[in-house]
């Protein structure tokens, strides 16, 4: 039986965890948060909007399904590091293709395993998210620990740039036939035409988006307003991504001027922060953040139906709910375990946001419709202004 290598995790309180290296060799260092779900391992992995942080996952054992390309949120994994109680090097499902430990190894991506996972998120929970480093060559804790206190905090932290693409690009993949949860409706009638501002986009975002029947073209972060316009977009969308959403500061300045166009515009996640941001309110850093499958959103809008959604959600930072009292913008969702703010809606423009993931990957398929209302509004912008 082959050794197995050792390797420690070292908190930024000092904390020090021993376990066993997984994936690649080397060092990693970045914000330790957890997720809760108990599926979709491979999604949040090469999930855009955890970029520079290390997963803690709550699920006791990961790797059981492996890895496939069809599961991958975007090109390779966007994660510095993995924690994980224990791992499965034989994976049992007819789609795996790649072991989890052999796919982070050919990407140079650090594991950790065999620690208590539990006694950590009780930690993380408490004591809020934390800078981390996990390392298989520097195995002296006090030495690990000066290299996490010289890492950036994540507040005021621009990643959105770095994980956008450089180029503009025109997205057509739908989501495949047999994994079509919903029948798109309201498909009859001109294609429309959407341009995605890519902050960390994920892949079903694009995927859900043309299902709906949309021609959508992915832009860059920093593309000026100007470009977007000159598309003559139906609507425009401003995806998810990584990184404190008030020091996106080019996207916020653009996100203002496109207000201005009056077309129909849809956030998600640190899109829905930029909108917010340019609509006059503020944001601020949750404790530990929501990272799951689970959450519980509600629409409590007036003269809304106030149903329950529950929502997949990957955010460390949130809106400030009294910052929009004077804003053209209004409250719709709140997250119904902290009362944060996870819906907002403009009181005259067809312009609304969400912080949870209505694209179900991972997740539940709750929110699905709000790209059926995003199209629905396209259309009628469209009619009105014909």
Request: hydrophobic letters at 40%; a negative charge; one cysteine or more.
């Amino acid at each position: 039986m082959a050794t197995k290598q050792a390797a420690i995790l070292v908190l930024a309180d000092g904390t020090c965890y021993n376990g066993y290296a997984f994936g690649a060799s080397g060092t990693a260092i970045g914000e330790v948060v957890f997720n809760t779900g108990m599926t979709g391992y491979q999604e949040v992995i090469t999930d855009p909007s955890y970029r520079g942080q290390i997963v803690t996952f709550t699920c006791p054992e990961l790797g059981n399904t492996g890895v496939n390309p069809e599961d991958e949120e975007s090109d390779r994994p966007q994660v510095r590091g993995v924690i994980a109680r224990n791992i499965t090097v034989l994976p049992s499902n007819w789609r795996s293709r790649q072991t989890l430990p052999d796919y982070l190894k050919a990407h140079n991506v650090v594991g950790i395993s065999g620690i208590d996972t539990r006694a950590l998120t009780r930690k993380l929970r408490s004591l809020g998210a934390m800078n981390g480093g996990i390392s298989t060559e520097i195995l002296d804790p006090q030495a690990l620990l000066a290299k996490v206190n010289a890492a950036p905090s994540m507040q005021g932290l621009n990643l959105a740039q770095e994980a956008s693409t450089d180029r503009i690009y025109e997205w057509t993949e739908k989501t495949l036939t047999e994994w079509e949860f919903v029948e798109p409706a309201h498909l009859s009638g001109d294609t429309l035409t959407v341009v995605a501002i890519d902050f960390g986009v994920k892949k079903n975002i694009l995927r859900r988006l043309a299902s709906y029947g949309c021609r959508v073209i992915v832009v860059p972060a920093n593309t000026p307003a100007e470009t977007i316009l000159a598309y003559n977009p139906d609507g425009i969308f401003l995806s998810n991504g990584p990184g404190d959403p008030a020091a996106v500061t080019e996207g916020i300045a653009t996100a203002k001027v496109l207000l201005e166009a009056n077309k129909p515009m849809f956030g998600i996640c640190l899109g829905h922060q930029i909108l917010g941001l340019s609509m006059g309110g503020d944001t601020f850093k949750l404790k530990f953040g929501h990272r799951g499958l689970n959450q519980p959103a509600q629409n409590q809008a007036e003269n809304a139906d106030r149903r329950v959604e529950i929502t997949s959600q990957n955010h460390g930072f949130a809106l400030t709910g009294e910052s929009f009292e004077t804003s053209p913008a209004m409250l719709t969702h709140i997250n119904l375990n902290d009362r944060t703010v996870a819906g907002l809606e403009h009181k005259t423009l067809p312009i609304f946001s969400v912080q949870y993931h209505p694209e179900a990957s991972p997740g539940p398929h709750d929110a699905d419709y709000l790209f059926e209302r995003f199209v629905m509004a396209m259309r009628e912008h469209k009619k009105a202004v014909a």
